[in-house]
C-alpha cells in the first residue's frame, strides 16, 4: 500500500510543480475578463462576483507537448478581426495558439531551450510575428526576430544603421501604415560591463522594413517626460503599455488619490496629460497590471479593473476604460523632443542671426572708415599759403560757403572779375585759375583737387565749387593762421 501511494505521488509530482499554467485576456468583444488553463486545457471566464466559473474546454492533438517553466509568464497578442489568441511564453518565446471559434489548442513552435526574450516585445507584421529586444543570458538585446512557419523556428532579421544597444523595459511601438519601428527610452545592460550596471538611453529611434536600417531621430529632451522617466523605477516600466494608438502611463507622485496619466503618439511624438480631477479612477492603479495578475486585464485601449474593496451602495464590481477616449480629453503638453527655450532652434537661429548683423554692421563702419580718408600730413604742410590776393579770396569765399551748398559759377567769375568777359573766355579763365590753386595745394593737403565742382541741389545743370571734404581740416588751420 505504501509502494502503491509512493508511485502515485510521483506520478502526480509534475502536476503540482507547474508554478503558473494560467493565461490571461480581455476580451474586447464582451469586455470580459477569461483565464486559460494550458495544462487542463480549458478557459474560465471571471462573473460579477470575482469568481472564475468554467466556460469551455480546449481541443489539442496528441502533438500537442507543453513545455512550462516554474516561474512562467505570458504575453498574449491577438491579431486585429480574429478570433486566434497568439499566446508566449516569456524568456523561451514559446508560442500557443487558442483558436476561439473552434476552441483548439496548439503548440506552433518547436523551440526547445530558453532564450534571450524576456518581456521582448511582440507584434504582427501582416501574417507573419515578430519579437524585438528583451532580456537573457545576463545581458540585454536588440535583435529583430520573426517565427517562420515552415521551420517553425524563429529568425533573424539583418539590418544596418544606428540601433539601440538594447532594448528593454522601454517604449517600444510598431506602426503598420508606416511599415515602422519606434522606440526610445530603453535599459540595456551586460554583466561583462560596468558590473552589470543597467544603463538607460533616452534616445528615440525608428527601424524601416523597408530598408532594413535603423535611424537615431533624438532624444527625449520634453522637460516634463525626461524627468518622469529618469524617475521611473526600473520594475515600475514593466507597467508601461501600448494601446495601438498611445503609450500609457502614470506619473508617480500622484497625490491625493488623483492620478496623472500620460499619452505619447509615436507616430507623431506629441505628449498630452490629463488630470483626474474628478477622481473618477481614484481606485485604478496602472502599475497593477502584470502578466499574473488577477485583478486588471489589458487589451488595446481596454483596461478592466476589479474593484477590491467594493462599495456596498454599487453593484458595480467592475471598471472598465478606454485609454483612447480618455486621450481624447487630455491635454497636448508638447513634443516628445521638445527642448529648452534655450536650446532650441529659433534660439539658436537668433543668436545667428544677431551675429551675423553685427557682422554686417562692422564691415559697413570699416568701409565707411577706410572711404574717409585721413588728412596726409607732409612737412610742407607747415610753410604759408603762398597764393595770389584773388586765388587765396577765392578760397576763402568758397570755404565760407561749404555749408550752404557751395559757390556759383557767377559768384566766382566776380571774384575773379573776369564776370564782364565773353562766355568761353570766362571759362577758359576760370578753370585755368582753379588748377593753378589745386596744383599749388596738392602738397600741402595731399589730394590732387582741393577745389572741386559738384551739381547744385536745386539744380542738377548748374555747377557749383566746394572744397574737397578730406581738405577742410588742413585749410582751416593755415586760413587762421
Known amino acids: 500500500m505504501k509502494v502503491a501511494g509512493f508511485i502515485l505521488s510521483f506520478l502526480l509530482l509534475p502536476l503540482l510543480l507547474w ?36 466556460y469551455h474546454s480546449l481541443l489539442a492533438d496528441s502533438s500537442y507537448h507543453p513545455d512550462l517553466m516554474k516561474t512562467g509568464e505570458f504575453t498574449i497578442i491577438q ?21 476561439l471559434t473552434s476552441f483548439q489548442l496548439k503548440r506552433q513552435d518547436e523551440t526547445y531551450y530558453r532564450g534571450d526574450n524576456c518581456s521582448s516585445y511582440r ?5 507573419l510575428v515578430y519579437s524585438i529586444g528583451g532580456y537573457g543570458f545576463w545581458r540585454t538585446n536588440n535583435h529583430l526576430i520573426y517565427f517562420d512557419k515552415k521551420t517553425k523556428e524563429w529568425e533573424a532579421v539583418n539590418s544596418y544603421g544606428e540601433s539601440p544597444e538594447g532594448i528593454y523595459h522601454g517604449f517600444v511601438s510598431f506602426i503598420p501604415e508606416k511599415d515602422v519601428l519606434v522606440t526610445f527610452s530603453n535599459y540595456h545592460t551586460d554583466v561583462n560591463h560596468e558590473y552589470g550596471k543597467l544603463k538607460l538611453d533616452n534616445s528615440i529611434y525608428q527601424f524601416s522594413f523597408f530598408t532594413k536600417s535603423w535611424k537615431k531621430l533624438g532624444e527625449v529632451t520634453h522637460p516634463e517626460i525626461s524627468k ?42 506629441e505628449v498630452f496629460s490629463y488630470d483626474d480631477l474628478e477622481l473618477k479612477y481614484s481606485r485604478i492603479d496602472l502599475r497593477s497590471i502584470q502578466v499574473t495578475n488577477t485583478t486588471v486585464f489589458k487589451n488595446g485601449p481596454w483596461v478592466l479593473t476589479v474593484l477590491q474593496n467594493q462599495n456596498t451602495n454599487s453593484s458595480n464590481s467592475f471598471i472598465l476604460i478606454n485609454f483612447d477616449d ?113 596744383q599749388t595745394l596738392t602738397l600741402l593737403t595731399g589730394e590732387k583737387n582741393t577745389i572741386v565742382r559738384i551739381n547744385s541741389e536745386d539744380d542738377r545743370r548748374q555747377k557749383r565749387y566746394k572744397i574737397n571734404s578730406n581738405c577742410l581740416e588742413i585749410l582751416r588751420k593755415k586760413l587762421k593762421d
Open 19 to 54: 508554478a503558473n499554467q494560467y493565461v490571461y485576456y480581455l476580451n474586447p468583444k464582451d469586455k470580459k475578463a477569461y483565464r486559460i488553463d494550458l495544462i487542463k486545457k480549458e478557459i474560465a471566464r471571471l462573473d460579477s462576483n470575482s469568481n472564475w466559473v468554467y
Open 79 to 99: 491579431k486585429k478581426n480574429t478570433n486566434r489568441l497568439h499566446i508566449f511564453q516569456e524568456c523561451t518565446n514559446q508560442i500557443y495558439v487558442v483558436d
Open 123 to 127: 507584434f504582427f507584421r501582416g501574417d
Open 228 to 269: 518622469i522617466l529618469e524617475e521611473y523605477s526600473y520594475e515600475d516600466r514593466q507597467y508601461l503599455f501600448f494601446t495601438g494608438k498611445y503609450f500609457v502611463f502614470e506619473s508617480p507622485n500622484n497625490t491625493n488619490g488623483i492620478h496623472k496619466y500620460y499619452f505619447i503618439n509615436p507616430r507623431t511624438l
Open 326 to 438: 480618455l486621450a481624447k480629453n487630455a491635454r497636448f503638453i508638447g513634443f516628445l523632443n521638445d527642448l529648452p527655450w534655450y536650446k532650441t532652434d529659433w534660439f539658436y537661429g537668433l543668436i545667428l542671426f544677431s551675429l551675423v548683423a553685427l557682422l554686417l554692421i562692422f564691415t559697413k563702419n570699416l568701409k565707411l572708415s577706410k572711404g574717409k580718408k585721413e588728412p596726409r600730413y607732409t612737412a610742407l604742410q607747415e610753410s604759408k599759403l603762398e597764393l595770389e590776393n584773388s586765388s587765396l579770396l577765392l578760397l576763402k569765399s568758397i570755404m565760407d560757403s561749404q555749408q550752404s551748398g557751395g559757390m556759383a559759377i557767377e559768384e566766382v567769375n566776380r571774384i575773379l572779375e573776369i564776370d564782364n568777359l565773353a562766355f568761353d573766355t570766362q571759362r577758359y579763365r576760370r578753370s585755368a585759375i582753379i588748377n593753378q590753386i589745386n
